[in-house]
C-alpha cells in the first residue's frame, strides 16, 4: 500500500452538479497531483499542488479546481459536471521535483449520467 | 506538447513467453518512468531511467533508455500471470514532476 487515500472510491453525480473528492497524501510528501483516467486510456495531468499552491496545470477547463491544506492532503472540485468527466480520479502524492517517484491513490471512480 | 507513443496497445502471450513493450518520444527526454496498473488498481512505479543507454533489471523485467533518449523498452523474460496489467512510460517534469503517460500497453497472459 502507498499510503495514499482517497475518497470516495465510488460516486454517481449527474450532469450539471458538483463534485469533491480528496486525498490524503503519503506522510512526509509536500506535492499532490491529480489526473484523470478514461476508460483504455493513460491517465492524464489534470494539476498539481505544492506549498498550498497551484504549480502546473494540464489541459483541463476552469471548472476543475482545487486546494491543498497546511497538512498537505487536497481536493478536486468539479463543477457544471459533464458526461464525458467520467472517469477514473487518480491522486499521487511526491516529492516535489524531478527524479521522483509517484505514489498513487486507489482512485475515485466518478460516473456522471 | 510532448507526447509519448507506446506500441503495441495490447499484446496476448501464452505462460512463459517473452514480451517487450516499447515507449517513444519525438523530443529528448530528461528522463523515463514506468508504471504497471493492474485491472481495476492504480498505477505502481516500477522504475525511472535517467542516462543515455542505460540498461536496468528487475528480477525478469529489463528496462532500456535510448542513446538519443527518445524511446524506452520494457522486456519481461517468461511472462508469468502475475504480469498482467497495463504498463505505461512516461516522463517526469524536471520542475514539478508531472507525468505524461503513454496511452499504455495492456498485457495479457494466458496460463
Known amino acids: 500500500e502507498t499510503g495514499v487515500t482517497q475518497s470516495p472510491t465510488h460516486l454517481i453525480k449527474t450532469r450539471g452538479q458538483q463534485v469533491t473528492l480528496r486525498c490524503s497524501s503519503q506522510?512526509?510528501?509536500?506535492?499532490v497531483s491529480w489526473y484523470q483516467q478514461a476508460l483504455g486510456q493513460g491517465p492524464q495531468f489534470i494539476f498539481q499542488y505544492y506549498r498550498e499552491e497551484e504549480n502546473g496545470r494540464g489541459n483541463f477547463p476552469p471548472r476543475f479546481s482545487g486546494l491543498q491544506f497546511p497538512n498537505y492532503s487536497s481536493e478536486l472540485n468539479v463543477n457544471a459536471l459533464e458526461l464525458d468527466d467520467s472517469a477514473l480520479y487518480l491522486c499521487?502524492?511526491?516529492?516535489?521535483?524531478?527524479?521522483?517517484?509517484?505514489?498513487f491513490g486507489q482512485g475515485t471512480r466518478l460516473t456522471v449520467v | 506538447g510532448q507526447q509519448v507513443m507506446q506500441i503495441p496497445q495490447y499484446q496476448h502471450v501464452q505462460e512463459g513467453e517473452d514480451f517487450t513493450t516499447y515507449c517513444n518520444s519525438s523530443?529528448?527526454?530528461?528522463?523515463i518512468q514506468w508504471y504497471k496498473q493492474r485491472p481495476g488498481g492504480h498505477p505502481v512505479f516500477l522504475i525511472q531511467?535517467?542516462?543515455?543507454?542505460e540498461v536496468k533489471k528487475q528480477k525478469r523485467l529489463t528496462f532500456q533508455f535510448g542513446e538519443a533518449k527518445k524511446n524506452s523498452s520494457l522486456h519481461i523474460t517468461a511472462t508469468q500471470t502475475t504480469d498482467v496489467g497495463t504498463y505505461f512510460c512516461?516522463?517526469?517534469?524536471?520542475?514539478?514532476?508531472?507525468?505524461?503517460f503513454g496511452q499504455g500497453t495492456t498485457l495479457q497472459v494466458k496460463p
Open positions: 506522510s512526509g510528501h509536500n506535492t
Open positions: 523530443t529528448t527526454l530528461s528522463n
Open positions: 499521487a502524492s511526491s516529492f516535489q521535483g524531478a527524479n521522483t517517484e509517484a505514489f
Open positions: 531511467l535517467v542516462k543515455s543507454g
Open positions: 512516461g516522463p517526469s517534469s524536471s520542475n514539478t514532476g508531472k507525468l505524461i
